[in-house]
């Protein structure tokens, strides 16, 4: 069964990107724009989350909290990924298990991306 | 004289062995002839020595010795050094040197010369007087120049005695008469008498010491020593500095009143704060302007325009008239005013003659002398300028005809001043100005000693015309000097006409006139008094023969029944009588004659005809006589005034005890009858005549009674008169005193405006300055306030003032911290600073207002300065929201630029590992260079972004405590992530929390960390070290890589530094990261360096200070590791 992929972010292009990226790596990749739905996502969950923190109309931080603090989504690994620069520290604030900064290498993503895959 | 000072003048007992008088003669031009004229009247045996001391000519062998020689039997020697000056020898100088005497013997010294003059007299004298004192005597003869002078005064001072030539002898008199005037002459004369004074002075000295009085004039009190000593301290001290101003102004003030000279040197002790008499001698002769100074004090110059308002109508109506209608009209009017100081007295004469003159058609010239003491005053005088005060009584119409305006000050006009001529004078000594119609001396007796007073008023006679008017002040009388003045008016109008005859000669010579300071030569003294006497014409000198020889013995008297002329044999009727010599017609007359002559003279004087008395008998002795008188008053004088009285006698004198009954008995009954007759009328005479005379007897004993009380009423009239005068002088010193006080008191007026502007400068300021300013007293009650403060907070003075500061508008400054601030303002002299208030006002809205209080310093007010500073605020605030907006709009514009290069960036990677899969070798090369190229993009905007943020540098920094330890795991982890090859271990820890901005401290980390793996291609660790040293936190970064070469390590930090040699493709960016975190570090107050080896790699360093030391509650394992931490 091919390991499932959602990735949050508002920039198309982006997203589009990281897809074929990640589908040239063999990961069923689903894309999500709808903050709302992403934080109501059905089950099954899929294998790792990938989740902008500068959401249009929402703050990707402030979603993975909320993710990591329900039981439902606790277990769900999330690599945050942000163009802001001093992010520091964001992991032990959220919670998440990676943050990526853009722009960013694609050896060292689909590395991150692996490492959460296992 | 103990316990005096020792001012000079005190002669030092002479320590010499064997003393004899050295006479010291010093010559100038025309000097030697005069020394020869004086040596041949001296013997050769004066028991003197005689030093001729001459101003030879330097360059010519000197005769001297030779030419004196031929006069004299005395032995003539050029004076060598150190030769002994033996009595009955003569000494001469030699050229070229200057002759000093030292215990007797001649020392020679190079000439000096003060100023180019020669003052080799001065210098010998000097010498002379130190040496011999008392017996050493100069003497001056002809010479120009003023050498000499100051040795004759030397001389005088050490007790000796002085001489000096004539002026008429003298050939150049300008020498000797220098000395003269400085009144330090005992004797002047020709080289004659001079050489006869020496002879006398010699057998003095041989006999026994010369009383020095003999040769001393007897007016100067400031000469014998041994005068002064029997003096009182108080008029010895007076003595003593009447000598000292003689000696430096050369004016003798000894005929001033002592009280005046008393006051005024206490007026001088007082400004100069001299307690002590003494003291103050000192001062007068040590301090240079002191005796200039005391002598201004003395010489009183009170005076002002039309001073005594009366005395120019006095003058219109009374002399002016009459002296136009006497004097001749051609001259001009002659008037004198002695002591006429700055010449206000003057002007105002010739103003007043000048108005009195427009009611005339005719024009008169008139001259006025007007002189004084005082040089500086008549040097004021003669300018003719006065001060707008002092001008400030005379009516404008008299300012505009008489004076203009010149500089602010007026002057007199030209016409005026022609008229009027100023010079120095000494009323006491120089000779007085003659042929007056008007003298007018007003306030200058006063000063003087009564029987100076009497002098002048003698001078003044001489001085004036016949019908010449004098002028006294207001208390001023002529004295007892009624036979030279009558007095006009009434007793408040000191006005005097002159009598024309006069029982007394009419010039007595000046007042402290001796021969040392006579001006004039006897023949011209005798001329003085002579001329007016004469009056000219030969005819009246042979009248006066005949009168004399064929003249009945006759008498003239004056209307106090003096005698003032006696003609012709009066002898027989007049008899001296015993007692106090008078020339009273009653107390000269004999007894026998006395009663008739009294009851003409009654007679005459109702009648005013002559009357006769014939048949009176006379009896002298053993004579009778019959005697005629006939008294006639005389014409062309004031009816009454003056009586010639003329004696006859009508038979041959016969025996007075003619016995009338030794006549033959005959015609007995007859004659019986008719010598009964007669006896008994003879009988009856006799009784009656024995009656009258008990009768006169007693009439002039009452007479006599008045004439005491009259006299009594005289004396006490006197003394009155010298307390009016004392009154006056004190009035004048007052009035002086006044003067001053106006000048003080135009002084602080002016210090007044000047304080005013000062004030209204000030006020300008506070009212003009856009800040709220307030006055608060020591109440906190509002003084007053600027036109700022009312503008400010739109309030009124009214709502303000005199209101408690904490009570203005709605109470908005009633807070009690700043009532408590403003409170210690004036007690502990603090300031209030910046103490900021905000409310809502009614009127203005909302405010900032920052209050900022100060002392005034000298007052208890308190300046209180309110600044609105809202807007100041509100403008910060706005500028702050704009850093945060720039802040943010750079957050997005790095976001939206990163997330297209995020797309292309993937992109060419997944190109590039397709092409590298395909084999495609040039598809990937070209992605390659692509893929670096956009990598430098990245690394370009993050660090132009870091950069701009940097510079602007006003973001505020967010300092906070933070777990260094932790920080640098997280940075660590996140680093992890981009790198495969590298693994990154974190050595030791700190302690300790730290105080700084966490981002930044981050943002550091990122960059050390980067670079770390960035350089080292070809390693695979990265050492990260923490440790706590010297109070800082140390954070390394140590790589294995290229290293930097050390020539470059200095310039790491530095704005836009690379390592570009090596592989300069591989390590793209601006070079701003370094430059970037050292900013940061420092300020943070860290230092931040790198240690490296090329090609052994680098290690990066930085500190952060470790600021207070708390501990926070941790583990236990925490704290014993930060224990361990300090111990190490």
């Known amino acids: 069964m091919l390991k499932r992929i959602l990735i949050v972010e508002d920039d198309g292009a982006i997203a589009e990107m990281v897809q074929l990226m990640l589908q040239g790596e063999g990961y069923d990749v689903d894309m999500q724009t709808d903050v709302q739905m992403a934080l109501n996502m059905q089950e099954p969950l899929p294998d790792l989350l990938l989740l902008d923190i500068r959401l249009s109309g929402a703050d990707g931080a402030a979603i993975c909290r909320q993710l990591k603090s329900q039981e439902r989504t606790r277990h769900l690994p999330i690599i945050l990924i942000s163009a802001m620069p001093q992010t520091v520290g964001i992991t032990r604030e959220t919670g998440a298990e990676a943050f990526l900064a853009k722009p960013f290498a694609m050896q060292e993503f689909l590395t991150l991306v692996a490492h959460y895959m296992k | ?1128």
Not at chain 2, 681 to 698: D, F, G, N, T, Y
Request: glycine share 6%; hydrophobic share 40%; aromatic share 6%.
């Open chain 2, 1 to 1128: 004289m103990k316990n005096t000072v020792p001012v000079d003048g005190l002669p030092q007992a002479p320590s010499l062995p064997a003393a004899f008088p050295i006479v010291g003669i010093g010559a100038s031009a025309g000097g030697l002839e005069a020394f020869r004229e004086v040596l041949r009247f001296l013997p050769a045996d004066t028991g003197m020595a005689y030093v001729f001391v001459q101003h030879l000519d330097p360059t010519h062998e000197s005769l001297l010795p030779a030419l004196l020689a031929r006069v004299t039997p005395m032995v003539v020697r050029e004076a060598n050094p150190q030769m002994v000056v033996e009595a009955n020898h003569v000494y001469v100088i030699t050229p070229n040197t200057d002759l000093h005497l030292m215990q007797g013997r001649l020392t020679l010294h190079p000439e000096t010369k003060t100023r180019g003059q020669h003052l080799s007299i001065d210098t010998f004298l000097c010498s002379l007087a130190e040496d011999r004192t008392t017996q050493a005597i100069g003497v001056l003869l002809s010479g120009m120049a003023s050498d000499g002078t100051a040795g004759l005064e030397a001389i005088k001072a050490h007790g000796g005695i002085t001489l000096a030539q004539d002026a008429s002898s003298a050939s150049y008199s300008m020498m000797p008469q220098h000395a003269i005037d400085t009144g330090c002459v005992d004797f002047i004369g020709s080289p004659e008498e001079i050489a006869r004074e020496l002879l006398r002075i010699s057998r003095q000295f041989s006999g026994q010491p010369l009383p020095k009085a003999q040769t001393t004039q007897t007016t100067t009190p400031a000469t014998p020593s041994a005068r002064e000593r029997a003096l009182p301290e108080q008029e010895q001290a007076l003595v003593q500095m009447l000598r000292l101003l003689r000696q430096k102004t050369g004016i003798d003030f000894s005929a001033y009143k002592t009280t005046t000279l008393t006051r005024r040197m206490q007026h001088r002790m007082a400004a100069l704060q001299i307690e002590s008499v003494a003291a103050y001698l000192i001062a007068l002769r040590d301090r240079p302007d002191e005796a200039h100074a005391l002598q201004q004090d003395i010489l009183i110059g009170v005076t002002s325009f039309f001073r005594d308002p009366m005395t120019c109508p006095l003058l219109t109506r009374a002399v002016f008239p009459r002296l136009l209608e006497t004097t001749s009209l051609r001259a001009p009017l002659r008037v004198w005013v002695p002591g006429c100081s700055t010449g206000e007295e003057v002007y105002s004469l010739a103003i007043c003659w000048l108005e009195f003159l427009d009611t005339y058609a005719e024009k008169r010239p008139i001259q006025l002398f007007g002189t004084d003491l005082n040089l500086q005053a008549i040097e004021y005088a003669r300018k003719g300028r006065y001060s707008p005060e002092a001008v400030a009584a005379l009516s404008p119409a008299r300012l505009e005809r008489f004076f203009q305006l010149v500089n602010g000050q007026y002057q007199i006009n030209t016409s005026i001043r022609e008229c009027c001529l100023f010079a120095r004078h000494n009323l006491l000594r120089d000779p007085p100005f003659s042929h007056l119609d008007l003298l007018s001396c007003q306030n200058v007796l006063i000063y003087l000693q009564p029987t100076v007073q009497q002098k002048l008023i003698q001078i003044f006679h001489y001085a004036l015309n016949p019908q010449g008017v004098l002028l006294l002040g207001a208390s001023e009388t002529i004295r007892t000097a009624t036979e030279l003045f009558t007095q006009e008016g009434s007793h408040k109008q000191p006005l005097y006409r002159k009598k024309t005859t006069s029982t007394r000669p009419a010039f007595v010579g000046p007042v402290s006139r001796s021969r040392a300071e006579a001006d004039t030569t006897p023949e011209e003294e005798h001329r003085m008094y002579e001329e007016p006497l004469h009056e000219g014409a030969l005819q009246k000198e042979a009248d006066s023969l005949l009168l004399d020889r064929y003249a009945p013995a006759s008498l003239v008297i004056d209307a106090e029944m003096e005698i003032c002329h006696f003609r012709g044999p009066t002898g027989p009727y007049l008899e001296p009588m015993a007692g106090k010599a008078s020339l009273n017609l009653f107390k000269m007359v004999r007894e026998s004659l006395r009663l008739e002559l009294r009851t003409a003279l009654h007679q005459a004087r109702k009648s005013g005809s002559p009357v006769k008395r014939t048949g009176l008998q006379m009896s002298d002795q053993s004579l009778v006589q019959d005697v005629a008188l006939e008294v006639i008053p005389l014409k062309g004088r004031e009816t009454g005034r003056a009586f010639l009285i003329l004696f006859t006698r009508t038979d041959t004198s016969t025996p007075a005890a003619t016995p009338l009954q030794e006549e033959p008995s005959t015609e007995r009954g007859k004659r019986d009858g008719k010598e009964r007759r007669l006896r008994q009328l003879e009988q009856e005479l006799v009784a009656k005549r024995e009656e009258m005379h008990s009768m006169i007897e007693e009439m002039e004993a009452t007479n006599e009674e008045l004439q005491a009380a009259n006299e009594e009423i005289l004396s006490s009239n006197e003394e009155l008169q010298s307390l009016n005068e004392e009154l006056e002088t004190s009035k004048e010193e007052i009035q002086a005193s006044n003067e001053e006080l106006l000048v003080v008191n135009q002084e602080l007026v002016q210090r007044n405006t000047e304080l005013q502007r000062a004030r209204l400068y000030a006020e300008a300021i506070v009212e003009t300055i856009r800040e709220p300013l307030l006055i608060l007293d020591a109440d906190l009650r509002v003084q007053s306030a600027n036109r700022a403060f009312y503008q400010s907070f739109e309030t009124t003075p009214a709502a303000t003032e005199q209101h408690q500061f904490f009570a203005l508008g709605t109470g908005q400054w009633d807070i009690p911290a700043l009532r408590t601030l403003l409170e210690e303002v004036l007690p502990q002299k603090h300031s209030l600073m910046d103490y900021e208030v905000e409310h809502t006002f009614p009127e203005i809205g909302h405010k900032i207002i920052l209050l900022n209080a100060r002392r005034i310093e000298g007052d208890a007010l308190i300046l209180l300065a309110l600044e609105d500073i809202t807007l100041r605020k509100q403008m910060e605030e706005e500028k702050q929201m704009l850093l945060e907006q720039r802040e943010d709009f750079l957050g997005i514009a790095s976001h939206e630029l990163k997330t297209p290069i995020t797309t292309i960036k993937g992109y060419t990677q997944m190109l590039q590992q397709r092409f590298t899969r395909a084999g495609d070798e040039q598809a990937t090369t070209l992605l390659n260079r692509m893929n670096t190229q956009l990598d430098k993009l990245i690394r370009l905007i993050g660090e132009l972004l870091d950069l701009t943020r940097m510079e602007a540098g006003q973001l505020p920094w967010h300092n906070v405590a933070f777990d260094l330890n932790l920080l640098v795991q997280d940075t660590v982890e996140a680093m992890a992530y981009t790198t495969e090859q590298h693994q990154i271990h974190i050595e030791g820890m700190v302690p300790l929390p730290v105080v700084a901005d966490r981002e930044r401290i981050e943002q550091v980390l990122l960059n050390l960390l980067s670079n770390a793996i960035k350089y080292s291609p070809h390693a695979d660790t990265v050492l990260v070290h923490l440790s706590v040293e010297q109070g800082s936190a140390r954070i390394s970064v140590q790589d294995f890589g290229i290293g930097i070469d050390p020539a470059k390590q200095n310039q790491l930090f530095e704005r836009f530094f690379r390592v570009s040699d090596v592989e300069h493709e591989t390590f793209p960016g601006l070079g701003l990261g370094l430059y970037i975190a050292a900013q940061i570090i420092q300020r943070q107050g860290g230092q931040i360096w790198a240690e490296s080896q090329q090609n052994a790699g680098s290690t990066f360093v930085f500190t952060i200070p470790l600021t207070l030391v708390v501990v926070p509650e941790q583990g236990q394992k925490e704290k014993h590791d930060a224990e361990k931490n300090t111990h190490r």
